[in-house]
């Protein structure tokens, strides 16, 4: 964590800020300070430097173009980079998981990603819209993953990631698994304010930029009510 | 009018009657539907001869083609699918059971616009905004814009009416002619309604730099889009027309956003000769619009109804609503997009200190949402409920697509 407080970057709102994805920095801070943290949220627009000291990058869905472009721009920048090599934690989300990887697909043409997170991203056969659920890869010790997915993309990974989840209900990478991550690099299909459905996610990234084991638990009543109602609407859909 | 055509019609009106008197709907699509099914040109059958506006974009579509109905009404009778059916069954049906009527004032959903300019021609077409709106079902921004240039295009000569606010519409509204092929841009008047929203036009869709914005001016860093002159100006409590005659405009609909709905509609009736000042006072007659703004006294409490249903218009209800308790309902059904995600781009805060109720299918999500905004609430299961737990007095309904016609349906459907 950075000297006085926690700093929380939101990379690009100008471009890669499709649906709600304000969300997860204001969840990520409102958890901080609920602990006592003071926190300090940066938003950064794709003409202005990436501070390569932040403790926390989220990087947010887009369309195809801003995303192409987003995917540039961090490419020249190399803050993330940087940041990453510091040790930083990195979420990214829909559009912004998939330019973490080698490559993406925008408007039908082949992009280089970050090459973050051993991943490829191609086009599937349909567009995956929907609820979203699996469970999480036992070693984070999370809850089911909910959320949900508006994406055209399948995603490929290497053998050096691992999936964040097991799907069970929705398409995530390939209908199989859904998300991934390495070290302290995260990423999912679980669009817009993927943490609102899921604060232990969230707490985990704040475990991870802090290096605390714990954290003081919080009042959930909401979520855990809305991840009840969502988990009832999966399982009555598939029924 | 073709044999065909007038069979059509003829069978499009006894269905919209039937299905208003079975009570299944008020016919504004049924008709239309059967109408084209038996000839799939009736729509452009039925246009035919008549001087047609049509009004597209995100937000305030079926307000403005209300405004407008009621501004070109000077001229005489005036179709208009003023049910907010705003499909081609829609169109279809309000010209089937226009007669001959001159006019027509036409709401057309945005993703619709290429199809209904075809069948219609229309004399004039508005583009009031586009904003991001239920992106699991519909086009991204980027793509409508691109569309409606496409369309536009290709009707060279419509003329446009258009938001000079919205750098998204501003670009779908000037597609370069050809001058070579004798093809000339269409002919474009501007007003200006202000914008609150912003956060789908920071990337210019000609060239991709970034738009810059300074008060109400804003422009592309790498190309020359940029903001064109308005001729049509809110200002104050009126509207300033290209002459710089300012013209008072009492409205009984809220919000500044229906002073800039009114300035639209000032605008396209002056397309067909209808003077500002002869089509103002009209304005005022508009008390509600398919149940948007309606009042209802129930129990003591005096009940208004505002429509909400993405984050530009969620902005504009905060604006509208009275500082008075406030019942917030979602829903996320098909209408509605099954994506509630959107509620992270609205920032609720100007709700604090009012006593705020939450209900609706999908309460829980904004439960969340008004928590990390700390803002109190408190859930409600039913619309009794709600009316129950304020004080007498004002309570403003803000609620989406759904939500809102479940509680229109329990005021027993007012208008």
């Known amino acids: 964590m950075s000297t006085e407080s926690l700093r929380i970057v939101w990379i690009y709102p100008d471009l890669l800020s499709t649906y709600g994805d304000r969300g997860n920095a204001l969840i990520l801070a409102r958890r901080a300070r609920q602990r006592g943290m003071p926190v300090e949220v940066v938003e950064v627009r794709s003409d202005q430097q990436l501070p390569a000291t932040a403790d926390i990058y989220l990087v947010g869905g887009g369309e195809d173009g801003p995303q192409a472009l987003g995917a540039q721009r961090l490419l020249a920048d190399g803050g993330l980079h940087r940041a990453v090599a510091q040790g930083s934690v990195v979420f990214g989300v829909c559009a912004g998981y998939q330019l973490l990887g080698t490559s993406f697909f925008a408007k039908g043409v082949q992009c280089r990603g970050l ?10 056969p349909s567009r995956a819209v929907g609820e979203l ?3 999480i ?3 984070l010790g999370l809850p089911p993953l909910t959320g949900f997915e508006n994406h055209g993309g399948r995603t490929h990974l290497g053998p050096e990631v691992s999936p964040l989840a097991r799907v069970t209900a929705g398409i995530g990478n390939d209908g199989a698994t859904e998300g991934a991550w390495r070290g302290k690099l995260l990423g999912t299909y679980s669009h817009g304010p993927a943490l609102a459905r899921n604060p232990a996610l969230a707490d985990l990234l ?13 009042d959930d009543t909401w ?5 009840n109602e969502r988990r009832s609407a999966v399982a009555a859909a598939r029924a | 009018m073709p044999l065909r055509a007038k069979v059509a019609s003829s069978v499009s009106r006894t269905a919209a009657a039937l299905s208003r008197a079975a009570g299944r709907g008020d016919g504004s699509v049924i008709g239309g539907w059967i109408g084209l099914k038996i000839d799939p040109d009736l729509l452009a059958h039925l246009s035919a001869g008549r001087a047609i506006a049509l009004v597209s974009g995100t937000n305030g579509k079926t307000t403005t083609t209300r405004l407008t109905s009621a501004a070109v009404g000077v001229l005489g009778r005036v179709a208009t699918n003023s049910f907010g059916a705003n499909m081609p069954s829609g169109h279809t049906s309000a010209l089937a059971k226009a007669g001959s009527t001159p006019y027509a004032v036409l709401e057309v959903d945005e993703h619709y616009l290429a199809q209904v300019l075809e069948a219609t021609e229309p004399h004039v077409v508005a583009l009031l905004n586009l904003s991001r709106d239920q992106l699991d079902r519909a086009k991204e921004v980027a793509m409508m814009a691109q569309l409606w240039r496409a369309a ?5 000569d419509v003329r446009v009416v258009a938001n000079a606010d919205d750098p998204m519409v501003v670009w779908a509204a ?3 002619g050809d001058p070579a092929r004798g093809i000339n841009p269409p002919h474009v008047t501007w007003f200006s309604a202000g914008q609150r929203w912003h956060d789908d036009s920071w990337v210019c869709p000609e060239c991709g730099s970034t738009i810059q914005r300074s008060g109400e001016q804003w422009w592309c860093t790498g190309c020359p889009l940029r903001r064109p002159e308005p001729q049509w100006v809110v200002e104050d409590e009126g509207v300033l027309d290209p002459t710089g005659a300012w013209h008072k405009v009492s409205l009984q609909l809220p919000g500044r956003v229906n002073l800039g709905n009114a300035a639209t509609a000032l605008a396209v009736a002056a397309e067909f000769g209808v003077r500002p000042v002869d089509a103002v006072s009209r304005l005022g007659i508009v008390t509600s619009v398919a149940g948007r703004y309606a009042q209802v006294d129930k129990d003591g409490r005096n009940i208004r109804l505002l429509l909400a249903k993405n984050p530009a218009s969620w902005l504009e209800a905060f604006d509208m609503a009275d500082e008075a308790p406030t019942l917030l309902s979602i829903n996320a059904r098909d209408p509605d997009g099954l994506d509630t995600s959107w509620l992270f781009d609205v920032d609720f805060a100007p709700l604090r200190g009012r006593q705020v109720l939450i209900t609706g299918d999908r309460a829980y999500d904004l439960a969340v949402r008004l928590d990390i905004n700390d803002v109190p609430f408190q859930h409600v299961r039913t619309f009794d409920d709600a009316i129950r737990s304020v004080p007498p007095g004002r309570l ?7 939500a809102f016609q479940d509680i229109r349906a329990e005021l027993d459907r007012v208008n």
């Open chain 1, 133 to 135: 659920a699996g469970d």
């Open chain 2, 174 to 176: 000037t597609p370069p």
């Open chain 2, 396 to 402: 403003e309904v803000i609620a989406n697509y759904t």
């Open chain 1, 206 to 218: 704040l475990r991870w930029a802090t290096g605390a084991h714990q954290l003081p638990p919080l």
């Open chain 1, 115 to 124: 090459e973050l997170l051993d991943l490829r991203s191609d086009r599937g």
């Open chain 1, 223 to 227: 979520s855990d009510r809305l991840r």
């Open chain 1, 137 to 139: 890869d036992p070693r």
């Open chain 2, 152 to 156: 536009l295009v290709r009707h060279t």
